[in-house]
């Protein structure tokens, strides 16, 4: 057997064991009731109850994948090297770096996977929108094609474990994130009451005022911004799922759960912590020029810059501020524009970057790690 055959092999049992932990169903239906819940309950701000609404949903998906990378991804191999199980693995001609890589594979599939079933009851829920008035519709293509969606995922699971064995919870949110896909996709044309817009309106007698098409009307409800705020937090995931494994293979379960939820926050307070520092330290070294590199604000301005090099920043991956104040996130900035960032391109390579750093630790670590 070839290295990708095993790396696939790997991937695919870790893939299978972890989406069908039960804490992942768990997870899951916690965090669609809390998205259904957030929008009555974003509707007491006074002022703008869509961008609550937003930031709620964002965040209750993002905790939900957290949680599920520090429960999943820190015992993928602890539990195993515990138990002695990873014995049977490594005594056959199956490389260490190859089990990381496919044991962190696999994890990652499975939170990416519920992950995604979260993102997709999210943007339902987004699409329906806040009624902060009693007089406000239901849009009831949301919720026929929602729950009709969610019916059929949960119909399905519940006839493949009955007659073929099947997990319930995996194969729920397997089999709702097309489904709730397509419910979102099914719902984007219709106003609350199933009625269609022109696709070419007459022009309106009010000067300064065009009616919407059915282009722009499905343009809007598509939210393309927030669906790629969404993706960049995925990497933020990735990059914590990849932290979470490489600690993994030197400590117990405990420490690893506590040291990946430190990680986690340290990256929060990157700038707080360390970017602030920097920039004072700038200012200090630059008003006394007559300093050498060893003194006191040299070496500690280049352990804040070793620290925040070697901590990933996830408020990085954090883009829900640019939805709510609706700029747009950019992937390839065009040349002939020098104020456009190609932000989404630089968070993809960081994250990339962060990821392969922590691999890289994770294969070090466990190359010469004690199993037997």
């Known amino acids: 057997m070839g290295i990708l055959e095993q790396l696939l092999a790997i991937a695919r049992v870790t893939f299978s064991e972890s989406i069908r932990?039960?804490?992942v169903a768990v997870v899951a239906l916690t965090g669609v009731i809390i998205l259904v819940l957030s929008n009555p309950l974003t509707t007491f701000t006074l002022e703008d109850d869509q961008r609550m609404l937003v930031e709620v949903g964002m965040s209750t998906t993002f905790l939900a994948g957290l949680l599920l990378a520090v429960l999943l991804a820190t015992s993928?191999?602890?539990?195993?090297?515990?138990?002695?199980?990873?014995?049977?693995v490594v005594s056959k001609p199956v490389d260490r770096p190859v089990l990381l890589l496919g044991?962190?594979?696999?994890v990652l599939g499975a939170i990416l996977a519920s992950y995604a079933f979260l993102a997709c009851v999210f943007m339902l829920v987004v699409r329906h929108g806040v009624m902060p008035t009693v007089t406000t519709p239901y849009q009831m293509?949301?919720?026929?094609?929602?729950?009709g969606a969610a019916l059929l995922a949960i119909g399905f699971a519940g006839f493949a474990n009955y007659f073929y064995g099947w997990s319930f919870g995996a194969t729920t949110v397997l089999?709702?994130?097309p489904l709730l896909l397509l419910a979102f996709l099914a719902a984007?044309?219709?106003?609350?009451?199933?009625s269609v817009l022109p696709l070419h309106p007459p022009p309106s007698n009010v000067p300064g005022y065009t009616p919407d098409d059915l282009g722009r009307f499905v343009l809007k409800n598509l939210n393309l911004e927030l669906w790629k705020a969404i993706a960049l937090a995925g990497v933020g995931l990735t990059v914590l799922t990849a932290f979470a494994v490489a600690i993994s293979t030197r400590l117990g379960l405990v420490l690893t759960l506590v040291t990946t939820i430190g990680v986690f926050v340290m990256g929060l307070l990157s700038d707080w912590v360390f970017a602030r520092r920097i920039a004072s330290l700038d200012k200090a070294i630059a008003a006394n020029p007559a300093g050498v590199w060893w003194d006191a604000d040299h070496l500690t301005w280049g352990l804040c810059k070793f620290a925040q090099a070697i901590i990933p920043n996830f408020q990085t991956f954090w883009l829900v501020d640019a939805v709510n104040q609706k700029k747009p996130i950019v992937f390839f900035a065009s040349q002939g524009?020098?104020?456009t960032q190609a932000y989404g391109l630089m968070v993809l390579g960081y994250g990339a970057l962060m990821t392969a750093m922590a691999l890289a630790l994770g294969t070090l670590l466990f190359q010469r790690r004690e199993v037997g």
């Open 337 to 339: 524009d020098a104020e």
């Open 141 to 147: 293509p949301v919720l026929i094609f929602g729950i």
């Open 103 to 106: 044991k962190f594979l696999g």
């Open 76 to 88: 993928v191999l602890t539990r195993e090297i515990e138990n002695r199980t990873v014995l049977t």
């Open 188 to 194: 984007l044309p219709f106003k609350h009451d199933f």
């Open 21 to 23: 932990q039960p804490v």
């Open 175 to 177: 089999t709702g994130i």
